[in-house]
């Protein structure tokens, strides 16, 4: 990972165009070829990014200061160096992940156990499907044979389909299993998360603990 302090413009060249004025922010630049701008305020939230894949080009003589980052679809982000103030890259290694609690890793295994919960012909593949960017929690197929993403919470936030949208855009790019939907699925999904899912074409499922248990109970009952 990079981290670059400057203060610096930035120019959107894509399907709109937005400009940053000139202030300092910070500039992260992943391994996964993501690239984001961030303030000193807003939380989690970039000002602008470029999700991967996409490619930086460090301008050099008259173009010096100049980074032109653009993502496959060929939109643009044109940053403007004015003065940088800090420039590092550290190795962070592959990150292990957010270790799910009790509840949530139970879900899972019911789930995958009574996959039909997602609707009538839904297949399993296989729990904890590994991406170069963590473990997918379920991949399983619809009625129609078409591969399925499945992400679980036991409170369904903004936070959680960012997660799943970032392993839809890796899956994708995988022929063998694209295209790939998503299904966010969690005991409570929040309004916000709802409104986000829906605009980026992921479904939204509420899970019922107890329903799943009682169906996991039946499996002990011998009459």
Same mark, same amino acid.
């Given at each position: 990972m990079?981290?670059?302090?400057?203060?610096c413009?930035?120019?959107? /060249?894509g399907?709109l165009?937005?400009?940053?004025p000139?202030?300092?922010r910070?500039l992260i630049l992943?391994?996964?070829g993501?690239?984001?701008?961030?303030?000193?305020?807003?939380?989690y939230?970039?000002l602008?990014?470029?999700?991967p894949?996409c490619?930086?080009?460090?301008g050099?003589g008259?173009?010096a200061?100049?980074?032109? /980052?653009v993502?496959?679809?060929g939109?643009?982000?044109i940053?403007?160096m004015?003065?940088?103030?800090?420039d590092?890259?550290?190795?962070?290694?592959?990150?292990?992940g957010?270790?799910?609690d009790? /509840?949530? @890793?139970?879900?899972q295994e019911?789930?995958a156990?009574?996959?039909e919960?997602?609707?009538?012909?839904?297949?399993?593949?296989?729990?904890?499907?590994m991406? @170069?960017?963590?473990?997918v929690d379920?991949?399983?197929r619809?009625?129609?044979?078409?591969?399925?993403?499945?992400?679980i919470?036991?409170r369904?936030?903004?936070?959680?389909?960012e997660?799943?949208?970032r392993y839809?855009?890796l899956l994708?790019?995988?022929p063998?299993l694209?295209p790939v939907? *998503?299904?966010?699925?969690?005991q409570e999904?929040?309004?916000? @998360?709802? /409104?986000?899912?829906t605009?980026?074409?992921? *479904?939204c499922?509420i899970?019922?603990?107890?329903a799943?248990? *009682?169906?996991?109970?039946?499996?002990?009952?011998?009459?």
């Open positions: 990079r981290l670059v302090i400057a203060r413009t930035v120019d959107y /060249v399907r165009s937005a400009h940053l000139s202030a300092k910070l992943k391994n996964d993501s690239v984001s701008i961030h303030a000193d305020d807003r939380a939230k970039p602008n990014w470029m999700s894949p490619t930086l080009k460090e050099t008259d173009e200061g100049v980074w032109t /980052v993502n496959k679809a939109e643009k982000l940053i403007t004015e003065e940088v103030l800090h590092s890259s550290h190795e962070l290694g592959v990150d292990p957010l270790i799910k009790g /509840v949530e @890793a139970h879900l019911l789930l156990d009574h996959i919960t997602l609707g009538e012909g839904y297949t399993l593949i296989r729990r904890e499907y991406t @170069a960017i963590g473990p379920i991949l399983c619809d009625a129609d044979g078409k591969t399925v993403a499945v992400e919470k036991r369904g936030e903004i936070d959680g389909v997660q799943l949208t839809l855009e994708n790019r995988d063998h694209a939907r *998503g299904i966010f699925a969690a999904i929040k309004p916000q @998360a709802r /409104v986000l899912a605009d980026r074409g992921i *479904g499922t899970l019922d603990y107890d799943l248990r *009682g169906t996991e109970d039946d499996k002990l009952r011998l009459f």
